[in-house]
């Protein structure tokens, strides 16, 4: 397996009794782009996003992070090898504020642990760290409020910025702007631009948004019954008679104009 790709996936199978959910599925992540992985209800999206992060175990197949075999590493392990993974519904503590749920995600992955006797003050070092990724996801200015008070839109951005508190190379990103209101859309998307461009970071996400999909990818892959239908840039995906047929259906003009532009 070649380090060019940060991630390899080889014939990732899984089977749920006798239905077969993913089947034989290859897939490359280039270092520092943006991979979607899209497709219809059902097509397997989610299940190759919980097999990729180790939530589910594989039927047959094999991952690598970084070149690193990685098949058998428990999901709660992998974020020390550079993964991060976020869900479709946000996780994040709402009754702390914006800068404790981050200054807490910084220190999970610390080898200091928290004393209820210490002072905060010798926490500072997480609190600068933690105020300085709020700052990179437009944040910087809500660090003290409670987290159950930011729009949706913002809960998004605050459990992104819990990603980048643990320094993963990689972040997957299942769903980003789900349930978030149409303008609340290009602010979020800014920020997972913003995080890629700042050059060390790579994402792969699922996302049901076929003009978000379609503006921010470097590489499409489409899944259908399970399997890889296609993959490639994004005006080649939209430009693709049977990925058109299964899936972008009657949005085909509407995307091929936004990819043009």
Same mark, same amino acid.
């Given at each position: 397996?070649?380090?060019?790709?940060?991630?390899?996936?080889?014939?990732?199978?899984?089977?749920?009794?006798?239905?077969?959910?993913?089947?034989? %599925?290859?897939?490359?992540?280039?270092?520092?782009?943006?991979?979607?992985?899209?497709?219809?209800?059902?097509?397997?999206?989610?299940?190759?996003?919980?097999?990729?992060?180790?939530?589910?175990?594989?039927?047959?197949?094999?991952?690598?992070?970084?070149?690193?075999?990685?098949?058998?590493?428990?999901?709660?392990?992998?974020?020390?090898?550079?993964?991060?993974?976020?869900?479709?519904?946000?996780?994040?503590?709402?009754?702390?504020?914006?800068?404790?749920?981050?200054?807490?995600?910084?220190?999970?992955?610390?080898?200091?642990?928290?004393?209820?006797?210490?002072?905060?003050?010798?926490?500072?070092?997480?609190?600068?760290?933690?105020?300085?990724?709020?700052?990179?996801?437009?944040?910087?200015?809500?660090?003290?409020?409670?987290?159950?008070?930011?729009?949706?839109?913002?809960?998004?951005?605050?459990?992104?910025?819990?990603?980048?508190?643990?320094?993963?190379?990689?972040?997957?990103?299942?769903?980003?702007?789900?349930?978030?209101?149409?303008?609340? %859309?290009?602010?979020?998307?800014?920020?997972?631009?913003?995080?890629?461009?700042?050059?060390?970071?790579?994402?792969?996400?699922?996302?049901?948004?076929?003009?978000?999909?379609?503006?921010?990818?470097?590489?499409?892959? %489409?899944?259908?019954?399970?399997?890889?239908?296609?993959?490639?840039?994004?005006?080649?995906?939209?430009?693709?008679?049977?990925?058109?047929?299964?899936?972008?259906?009657?949005?085909?003009?509407?995307?091929?104009?936004?990819?043009?532009?």
């Amino acid at each position: 397996m070649t380090t060019d790709f940060i991630l390899e996936a080889q014939g990732l199978r899984k089977e749920f009794g006798g239905l077969v959910a993913v089947a034989d %599925v290859n897939l490359q992540v280039q270092r520092h782009s943006i991979h979607s992985i899209i497709g219809p209800n059902g097509a397997g999206k989610t299940t190759l996003f919980n097999l990729l992060s180790g939530r589910y175990d594989l039927t047959a197949g094999t991952v690598a992070l970084n070149g690193q075999d990685i098949t058998t590493v428990p999901f709660h392990r992998r974020a020390h090898l550079g993964m991060a993974r976020s869900y479709q519904i946000t996780n994040i503590f709402p009754n702390l504020s914006v800068m404790e749920n981050v200054r807490l995600a910084v220190q999970a992955l610390s080898p200091i642990r928290f004393n209820f006797f210490r002072s905060t003050s010798h926490y500072e070092d997480f609190i600068n760290k933690a105020v300085d990724i709020l700052k990179q996801v437009g944040l910087g200015d809500a660090i003290n409020q409670p987290a159950n008070a930011l729009p949706h839109g913002g809960k998004r951005k605050l459990e992104l910025a819990i990603l980048l508190a643990s320094d993963a190379e990689l972040l997957l990103l299942d769903e980003p702007t789900a349930g978030m209101a149409s303008e609340q %859309v290009p602010e979020l998307i800014d920020t997972i631009q913003r995080v890629r461009e700042s050059g060390d970071k790579t994402i792969v996400l699922v996302e049901h948004n076929m003009n978000v999909v379609m503006n921010i990818s470097d590489i499409i892959t %489409v899944m259908n019954y399970g399997q890889v239908l296609a993959e490639g840039k994004p005006a080649d995906i939209a430009d693709n008679k049977d990925v058109q047929n299964v899936y972008l259906g009657g949005l085909y003009s509407e995307v091929m104009k936004d990819v043009q532009q």
